[in-house]
């Protein structure tokens, strides 16, 4: 899984068409996409660069608002992980090295079918990493993805994050 898209509910069969069409336009025509047993979000292995993926379908959806019907939201996952937060630590460490000294960053965290405390986990991460927390203006996102007993987790701008609703919105101001 190094995606993550969210749907209407009852709309995953349509979702999932229209993601593997963008991925096949964009050089992957074997993704390995998966409607999850949460309604309304769809979990997808593609052989590209996630955060690329997102860049292009974001650049289609500002070129033609009409193409991106399904997907409302896509998120890229850079690693996965057990639901544990020991993994979870060991991750955000490594990847937390995309995030330069001068920078500010803050943790957000999306639970689905799991009850770890969202708190424990940003107290354990948040003592890894040295740099400055702004949760209004953050450089970088440490977003960690949790669906159950598998966490995605991505050291990100928020811009790589496409909400197409926001953006569709941004078009027409």
């Not at 965290?109 to 354990?124: A, G, H, L, P, V």
């Amino acid at each position: 899984m190094n995606l993550i898209i969210t749907c209407a509910r009852h709309l995953e069969p349509e979702t999932e068409e229209e993601l593997r069409g963008f991925l096949d336009e964009f050089g992957d025509s074997e993704p390995k996409v998966t409607i999850t047993s949460m309604s309304g979000i769809l979990t997808a292995e593609t052989k590209l660069d996630p955060v690329e993926v997102v860049r292009k379908i974001k650049e289609t959806l500002l070129d033609e608002p009409w193409s991106v019907r399904y997907c409302l939201r896509i998120i890229p996952i850079q690693r996965i992980v057990e639901t544990k937060i020991e993994e979870i630590e060991k991750v955000v460490e490594e990847l937390s090295n995309n995030i330069s000294k001068d920078e500010k960053y803050r943790i957000s965290i999306e639970k689905r079918n799991s009850d770890m405390s969202s708190q424990e986990i940003i107290k354990q991460i948040a003592s890894k990493i040295k740099n400055q927390v702004s949760l209004e203006f953050p450089d970088k996102v440490v977003l960690i993805e949790i669906l159950g007993n598998k966490a995605g987790i991505s050291v990100l701008k928020k811009s790589d994050i496409l909400s197409t609703e926001k953006t569709k919105r941004s078009i027409s101001e």
